[in-house]
């Protein structure tokens, strides 16, 4: 085998099950980091879609109605102190 031979086949890797093993890994990590990128993508998505919608929701003012201390008003506490004599 010459050093030609060598390097054509794939740095030191001789046709057959080790340069299969070593294209398969790399198709498998490529694969990896494809499935990654898009899951990334997503979970960027929705952040930014929660984050949003949290946001709408606190700008929102809801509607409290009447106050029950208005409907059911208090008996009138104890004279002031000036009042006493």
Do not use: C, F, W
Not at 37 to 43: L, P, T, V
Request: no cysteine; charged share 20%.
């Amino acid at each position: 085998m010459k050093v030609n031979d060598i390097i054509e086949a794939g740095y030191g890797l001789t046709r057959g099950t080790a340069m299969a093993r070593s294209a398969m890994a790399t198709q498998t990590n490529q694969n990896i980091r494809a499935n990654s990128r898009a899951e990334d993508s997503n979970r960027e998505a929705n952040i930014a879609q929660q984050h949003s919608y949290r946001s709408q929701k606190r700008k929102r003012v809801a509607p409290t109605g009447i106050p029950a201390r208005l409907l059911q008003p208090q008996a009138p506490s104890s004279p002031a102190q000036g009042e006493q004599q």
